[in-house]
T-cell receptor
Framework: EPEVTQTPSHQVTQMGQEVILRCVPISNHLYFYWYRQILGQKVEFLVSFYNNEISEKSEIFDDQFSVERPDGSNFTLKIRSTKLEDSAMYFC???????????FGPGTRLTVL | DAKTTQPPSMDCAEGRAANLPCNHSTISGNEYVYWYRQIHSQGPQYIIHGLKNNETNEMASLIITEDRKSSTLILPHATLRDTAVYYCIVRPLIYNQGGKLIFGQGTELSVKP
């Protein structure tokens, strides 16, 4: 069964450093998403992406964040200058068309020291 | 904020049916009810969705009241592996538009032997 994959599973970085989280969505999916979950808190929407552009973003997704689909398979989330409060689990998701169910990856745990 | 209300926790005996309620009294006519679950910090997993008719798939059944103000997710024969946080989410289903999921706190279901 096709699945969303994410790398790395765990990333540790120093405050102020740039990080790139990578995702490989399911191959025939057209919509891509990033969510995050701070430990003990609820899952929060960050951004959705379709047709090589952002279709929606939340207040969390400020200028420090960017997304890119550099090739036909990868979907990345970049945080330019990490803060302590960026420590969270980051989930990538994809869906076949906009209103179908979203399939989530296993997540990347980001720890900012 | 999430437009749904769920009990924070529930217990269920293994092999019995788990009935998880959700209140969505402000649901709009074009909004669907979606259920996802999250097993111990893994990525959320889609379970089922519906508009007004009852729905069933291999995982669960969804019962939506006639006035659509509440619904119940039914896991017919709960197993220990069904222990998870279950999220009830309402969102519009608009063709060809990526739709964010807004997660609440969900119901933490504990299936006990």
């Amino acid at each position: 069964e096709p699945e969303v994959t994410q790398t790395p599973s765990h990333q540790v970085t120093q405050m102020g450093q740039e990080v790139i989280l990578r995702c490989v969505p399911i191959s025939n999916h057209l919509y891509f998403y990033w969510y995050r979950q701070i430990l003990g808190q609820k899952v929060e929407f960050l951004v959705s992406f379709y047709n090589n552009e952002i279709s929606e973003k939340s207040e969390i997704f400020d200028d420090q964040f960017s997304v890119e689909r550099p090739d036909g398979s990868n979907f990345t989330l970049k945080i330019r200058s990490t803060k302590l409060e960026d420590s969270a689990m980051y989930f990538c998701a994809s869906s076949e068309i906009g209103y179908n169910e979203q399939f989530f990856g296993p997540g990347t745990r980001l720890t900012v020291l | 904020d999430a437009k749904t209300t769920q009990p924070p926790s529930m217990d269920c005996a293994e092999g019995r049916a788990a009935n998880l309620p959700c209140n969505h009294s402000t649901i709009s006519g074009n909004e669907y009810v979606y259920w996802y679950r999250q097993i111990h910090s893994q990525g959320p997993q889609y379970i089922i969705h519906g508009l007004k008719n009852n729905e069933t798939n291999e995982m669960a059944s969804l019962i939506i009241t006639e006035d659509r103000k509440s619904s119940t997710l039914i896991l017919p024969h709960a197993t220990l592996r069904d222990t998870a946080v279950y999220y009830c989410i309402v969102r519009p289903l608009i063709y060809n538009q990526g739709g964010k999921l807004i997660f609440g706190q969900g119901t933490e279901l504990s299936v006990k032997p």
